[in-house]
């Protein structure tokens, strides 16, 4: 069985940092790509940061230059630091990935979330 732990969500004031961090955990030969999602209030369910295996971040507009996805693989673990934070940020974080597992006859993929992480931004 995989699973994703998420930590590091709470209460900030604007302007302020967190960490989020998400470990990827169980019968695994390597993971692929692992990205954070948020769902904020009043809107759909948003990709904030993807990174790949070989640790190509990628973010989207609202958070460049305030976010910043990592990866360590060898712990199976993804971050997100998040600076200078807004009141839109608000939300539920929750974590993604790819997951290559052994399987009887060979190795499959299986798409991984985690239970999410509440952000919430407010002075």
């Known amino acids: 069985q995989v699973q994703l732990v998420e930590s590091g969500g709470g209460l900030v004031q604007p302007g302020g940092s967190l960490t989020l961090s998400c470990a990827a955990s169980?019968?695994?030969?390597?993971?692929?790509?692992m990205a954070w999602y948020r769902r904020t209030p009043g809107k759909e369910r948003e990709l904030v940061a993807t990174?790949?295996?070989?640790?190509?971040?990628i973010h989207t507009d609202s958070v460049k230059g305030r976010f910043t996805i990592s990866r360590d693989n060898a712990k199976n673990t993804v971050y997100l630091q998040m600076n200078n934070l807004k009141p839109d940020d608000t939300g539920v974080y929750s974590c993604?990935?790819?997951?290559?597992?052994?399987?009887?006859?060979?190795?499959?993929?299986?798409?991984?979330w985690g239970q999410g992480t509440l952000v919430t931004v407010s002075s």
């Open positions: 990174t790949t295996s070989g640790g190509v971040p």
């Open positions: 169980g019968s695994i030969l390597s993971v692929t790509h």
């Open positions: 993604n990935a790819g997951v290559i597992i052994p399987l009887p006859l060979g190795s499959g993929t299986l798409e991984v």
